[in-house]
């Protein structure tokens, strides 16, 4: 395939609001898992906190809202063929009276997102409510995805947030034999990590391997991933597409033709690990850069979203999330939808840095 004259950066970018979505609620639980904090889900447990609950629903609308789900189902789903089995699926839990059961925003969101997720083997379609927030209550930009068991120590939220503008570079550090690691959390903007991630190249330049740790990445933007990748590659690489399927429209991923921090070029050994934590773009990462042969991947399976989806107004309470795009592999021409990133050396009791600084003491790829 013929590269474009652009550099890495994607044809035409994703939708902010693909990109925000995707983020919108994993960036929040990752950083509190790696805290060490519980999180609940806002499609598993309501946080109620400053919202006034709506009155109940009559049947007549929950039957509409069924056939306005489907239909922003129909128009835009990237896999139209699992179409008929959602439909098949929500028409027969609504004949049986299932949500007849439900009057309440929140079960009903709930209960059909999660017949849709079962029919289309896809975690990304979900009905989501939208309760009325108690203005004197509720400020605007008040965060109701995820609820911490316990209040936030402010030390982890400047933490939190240092890592944040800092492009999403955590921690670069040079460990014993000469192995580089470098964490990622997240990819932010290219025009706000470029600079990141050539001054954490730049302190590796001279490491005998890396190890890069996504194990906590909820993902982001796929021109940032490109800009990190292109240290590791000589030469442009062609790691993936995205493919539109309203438009029609596949926007093709490269690696960069010139990196502004030294290079780490294809001869040196990479290390990537990952967990059930790893979303989204991190993921198409860690994918891209295996099966190209440029790292060997530690830890656990991934989180397994190879789509993004785009929000569709339904009501005044209810908006459906629908995948409309999704990734591709470009040396594969698969994807991780659901399965994950499968790791190369699979860490269920041990701790991934260890055995990949191991890995890399030895210069193996394989315990």
Not at 18 to 44: C, Q
Not at 163 to 192: C, P, R, S, T
Not at 339 to 363: F, T
């Amino acid at each position: 395939m013929t590269a474009p004259s652009t550099t890495g950066t994607p044809l035409m970018p994703p939708s902010r609001t693909l990109i925000d979505r995707s983020l919108r609620t994993a960036i929040f639980a990752s950083l509190l898992a790696f805290y060490g904090l519980v999180v609940v889900p806002a499609t598993m447990k309501a946080i109620h906190n400053g919202e006034k609950m709506a009155e109940p629903l009559p049947l007549a609308e929950r039957d509409a809202l069924v056939d306005r789900t489907l239909f922003s189902v129909r128009e835009n789903y990237v896999l139209p063929e699992k179409t008929p089995l959602v439909e098949a699926e929500l028409r027969r839990r609504q004949a049986d009276g299932s949500y007849a059961e439900l009057d309440e925003g929140h079960g009903l969101a709930h209960s059909i997102s999660e017949d849709m997720q079962v029919a289309a083997s896809d975690r990304e379609l979900q009905l989501e409510y939208l309760p009325l927030p108690a203005a004197s209550e509720t400020p605007p930009g008040t965060v109701r995805d995820v609820e911490p068991v316990e209040p936030w120590p402010q030390s982890w939220l400047t933490g939190a947030q240092r890592a944040m503008d800092d492009g999403g570079v955590w921690n670069v550090q040079i460990l014993e034999g000469n192995v580089g690691f470098l964490q990622i959390l997240k990819f932010d903007h290219f025009y706000n990590a470029r600079d990141k991630y050539a001054s954490a190249m730049d302190k590796l330049k001279g490491t005998r391997a890396i190890i890069i740790d996504l194990g906590q990445n909820v993902g982001g933007w796929p021109e940032a991933a490109n800009t990190f990748a292109s240290y590791f590659y000589d030469q442009r690489t062609h790691l993936g597409d995205i493919y539109y399927r309203k438009d029609k429209l596949t926007v093709q991923n490269w690696t960069d033709a010139q990196t502004i921090g030294a290079r780490y070029g294809s001869q040196r050994p990479v290390y990537i690990l990952t967990s059930r934590n790893t979303h989204g773009t991190a993921e198409a990462l860690a994918y891209a850069m295996q099966q190209t042969g440029r790292a060997t991947i530690v830890g656990n399976p991934t989180m397994g979203s190879a789509h993004l989806a785009d929000r569709f107004p339904l009501s005044e309470h209810f908006q459906a999330w629908v995948p409309v795009a999704r990734a591709i592999d470009a040396a594969t021409g698969g994807d991780w939808q659901e399965s994950g990133v499968r790791p190369n050396v699979e860490c269920q009791r041990c701790d991934p840095k260890r055995v990949a600084h191991n890995l890399a003491l030895r210069g193996t790829k394989t315990p």
